[in-house]
């Protein structure tokens, strides 16, 4: 199932047309020595039928659950027409748009998708998509390092309020390059950065700050005060968001009185499915100033040669394909597919539809969140205005509950017992739009009865 | 084709939507937020129907070349059929439905799929460790530059920072090793386009981090000299580094492993054909010798007894860490695994076969056309590199001209300019899938350009003529930089 079309008189024509003897021939400049025979332990072909019952039963086999967990990945609903159309082959098995005349449909998406997502974070000019949230992080930070002329560090400064998977991937990502980052702490009872003690990190010139909004837990930053606060020593502001939660709260192009540098994010709560995980699509936005140290593809509008409106890649002279070992980046694919599928989405959306999807998450946090605390032994960890998103304590570890509510079919949370050890037993929960109140009714139960069963446990 | 299709923003209208995805307005939810966290001004997306917005987007997607509509003949790329089977069998809700912090245990029907994806890239390549993670190629070829740099300082080796590369490489080489904090020394090929193996020694030394290569090379040859090279290599302390981009010409045939590279990064989107989706996502596992394994990225799906369960740094301390915030373009190893299973042994080494006589057959016919090999005397791997310098000189035609007089015919352009010392150069690879009548076709298609150079010029250095548009003002474009629609509030916050 190799999916070839070859008769075998036309493989003996086309052998007598290169002048071979037979297929073999055609590998004669590799040298024998190296020659493999059949790779061991290859399975033998299947038919579509056949690998067609091999995945259904896979994927029977793991089920569905009613999920509370975010922690940077969102289950949200996504209208048919989304994938629908996204899927559509002319989109799907395209190339990337180098060919302009060839690729007009893929290219003025990508220009309304970066019209879309500028507006919607505030900024001036955002790229084609990055890889997933948390690598955008990373070339984030190595872009402030580029475009910050104040700064000649290559020191930043990263909240712990920050997902911890982002800080992570940013790390291994920059840190060949000898990028440092030095720790913020955050308040212990707020769960938000202390403003009043961020003077402390000033000192060693810092080129950049990094804001996540809402933070891992949650919890909405003082976002005005840290931005101005970051610009007055020197800093750009790196801003992570959630771009569902933009439909209601400001976005980093308005924070403070200058607005953020640089935003980037997870794309995925726009119409991209879980998929254990990806492909997702990180997005970047920044301001008109720095656009030459954006890395990733960028499409530009402009006139053909008979003076209609065309579009195209454009400033490709920071990229690898143009630039090799002086490029921005050595990224080369963005997430083409997936921005697709957001553009679509979006579009359907439209801003009211993301504020009320926005809001009903909201809603429905609001409402687990006081469903579960009225549970023994369960609290709400952090005070104050938070997004769609909340850290509950509790009483025992965290972990075992879990383990016995995926039982029922429930994901519970994310523990942050890793992560997060200083909070004790601490779970992450979120409930999007897509859950009802019933839903809510059943997590509230079957906790319930897990915490009552061991209460008297010592 | 209709000239011009409207912007989406062109299509709305204030006060219409797509109402029936929304959810209900919840006021009420927004009182424990407070007015400075929110938004003023809402953002400006569109305002339209679902049938608009279906029918926008479906009219952008014809104003596309796609495989399911043409031939991309685009060397390097390997732009084959994307099996239906892949997409659907992928896109099963359950795997769609799947949150990535979900426990192990609840995703074992997953996770055996992975686990098996990465022993038959192991067997199929002849490394010893695979990781799915990286979710390009590019950030394979990071991931596999990080983990040379961490081998050699993991031994106190510290002055190892430089990465060979030869000149016909892809860009992505150079710019990982500047990535990864390394310096680039680039050497020649020879005349026969093998490495020049007398500027490979005097390149190499205590400084030598390692070589990055790619076999069959960029300039669509096998590397004759890969055993030197490898002793020269290894000889000075170096470590190698296969770049996968053409592994569709071996496949079955011979395995990085066998020509002993320490390390290697797979295109799954190219030789394991998932779809380019427009410029993405792609997925670059990589794989590892012995010598590598402990440096691996994390997540690895790993087997305990019966049972799966994802590896993380506590099972490998050493490791260069997380390149992403979960486990990579998980569904699109799904669509690497089902073409894989489909493929089976016997029907890798097929793909490898196929897709070489279908690039030496469609060589032979250019060569008889009249068109000039830049590297006459070699054999054909699975692409090959024609230049039309003498076109050039002759007639005042370009590369590029004849790339886009191609699109007139309905056939993608081939790579062009690319390797970039090749004068003038077209890199055609054809792929496995393409049948004898394509080929043919598109060996018709040249022979007509061919003509029209002669006897109508103008024809082709004005082409196309049949697309949406003709050819598009790069300097414009980039001089009066046009990101975004104009009117947006984007533009009015932040004057604000």
């Known amino acids: 199932m190799a999916f070839i079309p070859h008769t075998p008189a036309e493989v003996r024509e086309m052998l007598d047309v290169i002048g071979a003897a037979d297929v073999e021939a055609l590998f004669d400049e590799i040298p024998p020595d190296l020659r493999a025979g059949a790779p061991a332990g290859m399975p033998e072909a299947l038919n579509e039928m056949q690998i067609g019952r091999l995945m259904r039963e896979r994927a029977a086999a793991d089920g569905t659950t009613l999920g509370f967990i975010g922690a940077g990945a969102y289950e949200h609903h996504i209208p048919a027409a989304v994938w629908a159309v996204a899927t559509r082959g002319e989109f799907y098995t395209s190339y990337t748009p180098y060919q302009a005349e060839a690729s007009q449909g893929t290219l003025q998406l990508l220009y309304e998708y970066q019209t879309m997502i500028a507006s919607l974070t505030g900024m001036e000019v955002a790229n084609a998509s990055l890889y997933d949230g948390a690598s955008a992080l990373a070339e984030a930070c190595l872009m402030a390092v580029r475009a910050n002329r104040k700064s000649s560090s290559r020191r930043l400064l990263m909240p712990a309020t920050v997902n911890p998977r982002y800080r992570r991937t940013a790390h291994a990502i920059t840190t060949r390059q000898g990028l440092s980052f030095e720790a913020l702490p955050y308040d212990a009872h707020g769960g938000i950065l202390a403003t009043d003690a961020l003077d402390a990190h000033a000192g060693a010139d810092p080129t950049a700050l990094v804001i996540q909004q809402p933070n891992f837990f949650g919890r909405l930053e003082e976002v005005d005060t840290l931005t101005d606060w970051a610009h007055a020593h020197g800093m750009l502001v790196i801003a992570v968001v959630n771009p569902t939660s933009l439909g209601l709260l400001a976005p980093p192009g308005v924070w403070g009185e200058r607005g953020a540098d640089i935003v980037v994010g997870e794309g995925q709560p726009l119409g991209v499915p879980l998929s254990a995980g990806g492909p997702y699509f990180g997005f970047m936005t920044t301001r008109r100033e720095f656009v030459r140290s954006m890395p990733g593809r960028i499409v530009g509008r402009t006139l053909d040669a008979g003076g209609h409106e065309g579009y195209t890649l454009t400033l490709q002279a920071r990229e690898q394909h143009i630039r090799r070992a002086k490029a921005t980046s050595n990224i080369c694919t963005n997430q083409g597919l997936l921005v697709t599928a957001a553009t679509i989405y979006l579009s359907l959306m439209g801003a009211e539809g993301l504020a009320r999807t926005a809001a009903a998450s909201h809603a429905r946090t609001g409402e687990l969140l006081n469903a579960l605390t009225r549970l023994p032994g369960v609290r709400a960890a952090f005070p104050g205005p938070f997004f769609h998103e909340a850290v509950l304590r509790l009483d025992r570890p965290v972990a075992p509950l879990l383990e016995a509510l995926v039982r029922e079919g429930i994901l519970g949370g994310f523990d942050l017992a890793d992560d997060y050890p200083e909070l004790g037993p601490a779970l992450l929960v979120c409930a999007t739009e897509t859950k009802t109140s019933a839903d809510i009714g059943r997590y509230q139960t079957a906790l319930g009865r897990l915490v009552r069963d061991r209460h008297a446990k010592p | ?496």
């Open chain 2, 1 to 496: 084709m209709q000239s011009r299709e409207p912007t989406i923003f062109e299509c709305s209208v204030p006060g219409r939507g797509a109402t029936d995805q929304w959810p209900q307005a919840e006021p009420a939810a927004l009182a424990d937020l407070p007015q400075r966290f929110r938004r003023k001004q809402p953002a400006m997306l569109p305002a339209a129907s679902e049938l608009d917005v279906v029918r926008h987007y479906t009219r952008l997607s014809q104003r596309n070349f796609s495989i399911d509509t043409h031939f991309y003949p685009l060397g390097s790329c390997t732009m084959k059929y994307n099996p239906k089977a892949c997409n659907q069998y992928a896109m099963l809700p359950e795997f769609l439905s799947r949150h990535p912090l979900a426990p192990a245990s609840h995703g074992q029907g997953l996770l055996a799929c992975l686990y098996e994806l990465q022993e038959i890239l192991k067997s199929v390549t002849g490394m010893t460790g695979v990781c799915l993670n990286p979710m390009a190629g590019a950030q394979g070829e990071f991931a596999g530059v990080s983990m040379i740099r961490a081998y050699h300082e993991a031994r106190g080796d510290h002055a190892r920072v430089e990465i060979v590369v030869p000149e016909a490489a892809h860009g992505t080489n150079p710019a990982t090793a500047t990535m990864c904090g390394c310096t680039v020394r680039e050497i020649p090929v020879d005349a026969a386009g093998d490495v020049d193996l007398a500027a490979l020694r005097a390149a190499v030394g205590p400084r030598t981090a390692g070589i990055m290569l790619t076999n069959p090379s960029t300039l669509g040859v096998f590397e004759r000299h890969i055993v030197e090279i490898e002793r020269i290599v290894h000889g000075a302390g170096g470590l190698l580094y296969y770049d996968g981009a053409n592994l569709n010409a071996i496949l079955g045939k011979v395995r990085p492993g066998d020509m002993r590279f320490d390390v290697i990064h797979m295109n799954l989107h190219k030789t394991f054909s998932t779809p380019h989706g427009g410029g993405g996502p792609g997925a670059g596992a990589v794989g590892v010798n012995e010598r590598l394994a402990p440096f691996l990225p994390v997540p690895i799906v790993g087997k305990d007894g019966g049972r799966y369960r994802w590896l993380d740094e506590r099972d490998l301390p050493q490791t260069i860490g997380n390149l992403s915030a979960f486990m990579g373009n998980t569904g699109v190893l799904l669509r690497a695994y089902v073409y894989i299973r489909m493929l089976g042994g016997e029907g890798m080494r097929r793909v490898a076969e196929h897709a070489t006589l279908n690039a030496n057959y469609l060589f032979a016919r250019l060569k008889a056309l009249g068109l000039d090999a830049a590297y006459p005397d070699r054999r054909a791997s699975h692409e090959f590199l024609i230049t039309l310098k003498r076109q050039a000189r002759e007639y005042e035609v370009s590369a590029m001209d004849v790339a886009k007089r191609l699109l007139d015919f309905g056939f993608h352009a081939p790579t062009t300019y690319f390797p970039l010392m090749v004068p003038e150069c077209l890199l055609i690879e054809p792929t496995e899938t393409e049948s004898k009548a394509t080929l043919d076709a598109f060996v018709a298609a040249i022979g007509r350009i061919l003509t029209e150079i002669v006897g109508d010029r103008e024809r082709v250095k004005n082409a196309p003529h049949g697309l949406p548009v003709r050819r598009l003002d790069d300097v414009r474009a980039a001089k009066q930089l046009d990101l975004t629609w104009p009117g947006t509030p984007a533009a009015d916050s932040v004057a604000g």
